[in-house]
């Protein structure tokens, strides 16, 4: 059973709250969250029809479907690339820095090609050391 399913449950039970999970969204995880999205969002941008930039002007704005479905797709990429979010901020800016003139298509493509689950994957953490130095916890609730 996933992290998220457990939470659900305990939601669902009255023992804990939504509240409660986003408090345990750090400012690293965030900062991975809207890393992913800039680069991996195929919504209008430029029209402002992404619902992330409407729940940024919210109170709630981590309680937003949006920014709930970007949570998620951070807790996948982690999963996926058996990565801390340090490691994964990281490697994220300097895949952004290495690929800085590509056209954001061709660098979403590129993105959700290596996090699709049929694809290579990064070397696991276990084998590398966090340009940081620090070994951090893969989840992002909790």
């Known amino acids: 059973m996933s992290e998220r399913e457990i939470l659900d449950q ?9 509240d409660d ?8 995880k965030k900062e991975l969250v809207e890393i992913l999205h800039i680069l991996m969002c195929e919504e209008d941008h430029d029209l ?11 109170d709630s704005t981590w309680k ?6 970007w949570i998620k797709t951070s807790e996948h990429f982690l999963r996926e690339f058996r990565v801390g979010v340090n490691r994964a901020i990281n490697d994220l800016n300097l895949i952004r820095i290495i ?3 590509v056209e954001k298509d061709g ?3 590129l993105l959700c090609f290596v996090i699709s689950p049929d694809s290579a994957k990064f070397i696991p953490e276990s084998t590398t050391k966090d340009s940081t130095g620090s070994s951090d916890n893969s989840s992002l609730s909790g």
Request: aromatic share 4%; hydrophobic share 40%; glycine share 10%.
């Open 107 to 109: 660098l979403m493509k």
């Open 99 to 101: 690929l800085g003139n």
């Open 21 to 28: 999970i986003n408090e345990l969204i750090t400012p690293e």
């Open 64 to 69: 937003g479907s949006a920014h709930l479905k």
């Open 10 to 18: 305990l939601i669902a039970k009255g023992k804990i709250t939504e």
């Open 48 to 58: 402002n029809r992404c619902g992330w930039y409407i729940e940024e002007q919210m």
